[in-house]
T-cell receptor, first 115, second 110 residues
Framework: NAGVTQTPKFQVLKTGQSMTLQCAQD?????MYWYRQDPGMGLRLIYY???????DKGEVPNGYNVSRLNKREFSLRLESAAPSQTSVYFC??????????????FGPGTRLTVL | SQQGEEDPQALSIQEGENATMNCSYK?????LQWYRQNSGRGLVHLIL?????REKHSGRLRVTLDTSKKSSSLLITASRAADTASYFC??????????FGAGTTVTVRA
């Protein structure tokens, strides 16, 4: 099992360019998440999908859109990249138990630089 | 906003010593989790403690939870160089989201 995979690993964009970060999981989890990690800030939730067909905003959704393509895949799109979106992006998945949490499984991350 | 806050921000210890870090949070929780992140990698789940538990062990890890003080501690015993990493606590508050702290960076010196 590959777990959670993310592509690309690295990306450099110019301000105003768009791109989509891809995430896939092979653990048959219902819930998937996108986080960003900035130095000294820990992880902040951008968007999440509690189950296939649903998406919801997290703490810092502005400037991003998501698509839960199917149960396996959850993509994050930057329509018009800004330098403030320079960060490391992590995708994660989990299988919640009721409304409580179980562990989340993380991908290796995408390091994005916006010039 | 970040629910959990780890303390200290950074910790440097000698191999073989114990490392203790703390996490404080603000609102009531269902459970609290600890994760490890090695440099340049994704987070890896270490241990989950539920709100009705007070202590939990996993190998060289010991986690305590005091819901009256809204705090948790992670103890790593007999540290090794491979324990060098950042450690994060994460709490959930009865929805589908986890809230992560800013982390404690642990350096284990040989």
């Amino acid at each position: 099992n590959a777990g959670v995979t993310q592509t690309p690993k690295f990306q450099v964009l110019k301000t105003g360019q768009s791109m989509t970060l891809q995430c896939a999981q092979d653990m048959n989890h219902n819930s998937m998440y996108w986080y960003r990690q900035d130095p000294g800030m820990g992880l902040r939730l951008i968007y999440y999908s509690a189950s296939e067909g649903t998406t919801d905003k997290g703490e810092v959704p502005n400037g991003y859109n998501v698509s839960r393509l199917n149960k396996r895949e959850f993509s994050l799109r930057l329509e018009s990249a800004a330098p403030s979106q320079t960060s490391v992006y992590f995708c994660a998945s989990s299988e919640p138990s009721g409304r409580a949490y179980n562990e989340q499984f993380f991908g290796p991350g995408t390091r994005l630089t916006v010039l | 906003s970040q629910q959990g806050e780890e303390d200290p921000q950074a910790l440097s210890i000698q191999e073989g010593e114990n490392a203790t870090m703390n996490c404080s949070y603000k609102t009531s929780i269902n459970n609290l989790q600890w994760y490890r992140q090695n440099s340049g990698r994704g987070l890896v789940h270490l241990i989950l403690i539920r709100s009705n538990e007070r202590e939990k062990h996993s190998g060289r890890l010991r986690v305590t939870l005091d819901t009256s003080k809204k705090s948790s501690s992670l103890l790593i015993t007999a540290s090794r160089a491979a324990d060098t990493a950042s450690y994060f606590c994460a709490t959930d508050s009865n929805d589908y989201k986890l809230s992560f702290g800013a982390g404690t960076t642990v350096t284990v010196r040989a």
